[in-house]
């Protein structure tokens, strides 16, 4: 099936050439093989391509139909389509030297007209998509399924009102984790999807919750039957599709993973669009994730700050992502998870060198921000200052306090003996210019 066709010619392979570089089609910070932090940057971030936005989605807003011309997208039948779409996706990760790629299962086949049409579609493509890897070495960071775009799912899949829904979800979710272990897929990914709700009075949350505990114990035994060895990650988002998205944030999906039992297999896909949807920051996220020892992987995207909306465009704000880089190296790295461009270009960006210039800015963003993260973990003003501000729980009553050996009367009769405390400077502004200065 697969053609010799070039989808992107005139694109040769994308080579890093240094920050002085005027060429647009090459590298000024990704060097795949420059280390740092004990790992090249090829490890360090496992970078990966988002099927659904850089191959399947043209530019389609509410408001207007695609604007990008995608000539994988030409025939009349949507499995030669999808087949070309491969050949397109492998061109374009080989030539960008992106070495992990991220799908739905709807992404990589079209659906049936029966859920065995439906397994079979996916099926074909999983196979070729096998051989597409051995051809490349270009590997899967994570499967998923689809479980929003249907009408069906349109209250939900596993917290559908309806169980004649849920069926349906059990046999996507079931090909899509099939697919992920055909494929070696380090990572199943779990986003809410329509998993939520918009109105109160017609729901039964405390039910519909259970239901979802119930759906993803279920996938995590298939998944460990069928040999599934990697992590399966939930991606938190406060809301959109929904108002109410059951996995809101990085704590509440972590209170929910242990209520569930979940938490030995389950681990967090953190998206930094999501983390500001829900009035947190993107390293907030990291580091709750990163503290409760559940940081998985990454959707490295960007928000839109004047709107707060999920935009989801490429990562080129310097300073976030240094944040977040900070806390990933502090967390020890990704580990088998990855940074997965969970991202499209703009509407009016129809070049088809645009997705290649859109991911090079990704990549150079992070890559400088790895850097700087690096620089400022040897930043000994930065660091001590944070490790001093706890210093008083190191020796005495604070560290009695710590280990549990004082109780509330004995905490509060030391107000008596201490006097009012000094007032200790959090010296935020040092701290900022400090950062700037290692920019
Ligand atoms: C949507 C999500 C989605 C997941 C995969 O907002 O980011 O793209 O990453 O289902
Ligand atoms: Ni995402
Ligand atoms: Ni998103």
Redesign the pocket.
Known sequence: MSTNKEYFPGIERIFYQGPDSNDHLAFRYYDENFVVGGKTMKEQFRFAM?Y??SFCNAGSDPFGSGTRHFTWNVSNDPMENAFAKLDAAFEFMSKMGIPFY?F?DRDLAPEGATVQESADNLKALVDRAGEKQSETGIRLLWG?A?L?SHPRYMNGAATNPDFNVLPYAASQVKAALDATVQLGGDNY???G?REGYSFLMNTDMKKELDHMGRFLQMARDYGRKIGFEGTFLI?P?PM?PSLHQYDFDAATVIGFLHQYGLENDFKL?I?A??ATLANHSFAHELRVASDANLLGSI?A?HGEPLNGW?T?NFPTNLYEATEAMLVVLESGGIGNGGF?F?AKTRRNSTDPEDIFIAHIAGMDTFARALLIADKLLNEKRIMDFRNNRYQSFNTGNGLAFENGDLNLNELAALAHQYGEPELQSGKQELIESIINSCI
């Open positions: 988002a659904w936005h991220c739905h998923t689809n929003f990914v779990f986003w999807g991606e988002k959109e896909n998206e669009n999501h959707d995207n999920d989801d997965n969970d």
